[in-house]
């Protein structure tokens, strides 16, 4: 980027609307690399805030595919929910929506297309477990220990633009077990990955107090 300026500020380029566009592409990389590292260091400082409520994880699931679809559909991959009705959690919506969509955007990445990235849900005994799967060519086993470190990618010959900022699945990580839950993955080369975060859960809301009732909460 400093290169590109420094040539534009000589005259040495020209302005024109791709390098325009590259160089607010290459932004909004940087950018959400910044927001990724400040999101993990907060997480891994205890300082990440934390609004928790009852979750249903289906209807996250649902927004997680909604929010999603698009990039899915740019690159010619479906998203499906398949998901237990009545799944409660107690968690904070929007972190867990940020680890799920992690999961999500890591599956969409490695999915080739014309094939489909499943968003299930389903109860293991007091567990909630939410799985993203993907069909895609697959965690050789001796990687498989290393995918939630840092910067770390399966692919190597990706760069942080086609392979993301390598902190996504680290910061899923941090945001499960900072819900008391643990994230784990199952992966056969050459026929995909499925990621799972197990969660406590709940058999249902608690009942509202008086003043949330009168204020509708």
Request: charged letters at 25%; hydrophobic letters at 45%; proline letters at 5%.
């Amino acid at each position: 980027m400093r290169a590109y300026l420094e040539a534009l500020e000589d005259g040495l380029v020209s302005a024109d609307e791709t390098l325009f566009r590259s160089l607010h592409e290459e932004t909004m990389l940087q950018q959400r690399i910044i927001d990724d590292l400040q999101t993990l260091a907060l997480a891994e400082a205890g300082a990440l805030a934390y609004d928790r409520a009852v979750v249903d994880v289906r209807e996250l699931l649902e927004s997680c595919r909604a929010a999603h679809q698009p990039a899915a559909a740019a690159v010619t991959v479906e998203l499906e929910v398949v998901a237990e009705p009545a799944l409660l959690v107690h968690a904070d919506a929007g972190r867990l929506r940020q680890a799920v969509g992690n999961l999500v955007t890591n599956a969409v990445r490695h999915a080739p297309a014309g094939t489909t990235v499943t968003l299930a849900a389903l109860r293991v005994g007091h567990d909630v477990q939410i799985q993203v799967t993907d069909r895609g060519c697959g965690i050789p086993p001796e990687d498989q220990r290393r995918v939630f470190q840092r910067f770390w990618r399966a692919d190597r010959a990706r760069t942080r633009a086609t392979g993301g900022s390598g902190l996504g699945l680290t910061i899923a990580r941090q945001i499960t077990v900072d819900h008391g839950g643990t994230i784990g993955l199952v992966s056969e080369p050459g026929r995909g990955t499925t990621f799972n975060i197990s969660l406590p859960g709940i058999d249902k809301a608690p009942p509202l107090m008086p003043e949330q009732a009168m204020f509708g909460r």
